[in-house]
């Protein structure tokens, strides 16, 4: 199965970055696993367990998903939203801020044969973040959606002076991820490097 693959669609940058500019200082949460990393992670909760804004957490076990105040704030992420329809778990903004690491580690019962999905859409990167997944260094550039296998080992380094920011979104597998993953099929061969695990 896949290890990671980006969709066919990408979306706008200038109107991702012009939502990002919506985002008020108050609204990050710093993440909760303060295990998993070093320096500023943080967290921008627009659907989340009970709605609640400063919850960021995506508990595996929750079902009670509904969007935050803060996503009304945010027409474009809307829109780019709605281009996954799935049903949804969360969906946040995840910015690691330059200078900041994320040290390897794995996360539960979250790929495709889970029967839950992550995607992430770049909104500000650089060269100088290595994002590092099931050994392998993906490079995304904003702008465009990414799938990746969340149950294998993944780390990322922001050497930048700027924070990366991703749209990240959660949903359960149905009909329309199952199309997702057949489109990737097509395109890719097994052997292909950075695509297939």
Do not use: K
Request: charged share 25%; net charge negative.
């Amino acid at each position: 199965m896949f290890l990671a693959f980006n969709l066919e669609q990408t979306f706008d940058v200038a109107r991702l970055r012009a939502d990002l500019a919506r985002v008020e200082a108050a609204d990050w949460v710093p993440h909760f696993n303060r295990a998993y990393y070093e320096g500023d992670w943080s967290a921008v909760a627009l659907r989340s367990i009970g709605g609640l804004p400063r919850r960021i957490d995506p508990s595996p076990a929750a079902t009670d998903f509904r969007d935050t105040p803060h996503m009304v704030r945010f027409p474009y992420f809307q829109e780019v939203v709605a281009a996954f329809p799935m049903p949804l778990r969360t969906v946040r903004l995840l910015r690691l801020a330059g200078g900041s690491s994320i040290m390897e580690h794995t996360d539960v019962d979250l790929g495709y044969e889970d029967g839950m999905v992550r995607f992430h859409v770049p909104i500000v990167t650089s060269p100088l973040v290595e994002f590092r997944l099931g050994g392998q260094r993906i490079d995304m550039l904003p702008g465009e959606a990414w799938y990746m296998d969340f149950n294998q080992p993944h780390s990322v380094r922001n050497t930048a002076d700027i924070d990366r920011v991703h749209l990240v979104i959660d949903g359960f597998v149905n009909d329309w991820v199952h199309g997702v993953f057949a489109e990737a099929a097509s395109r890719f061969d097994a052997d292909q490097p950075g695509a297939p695990a």
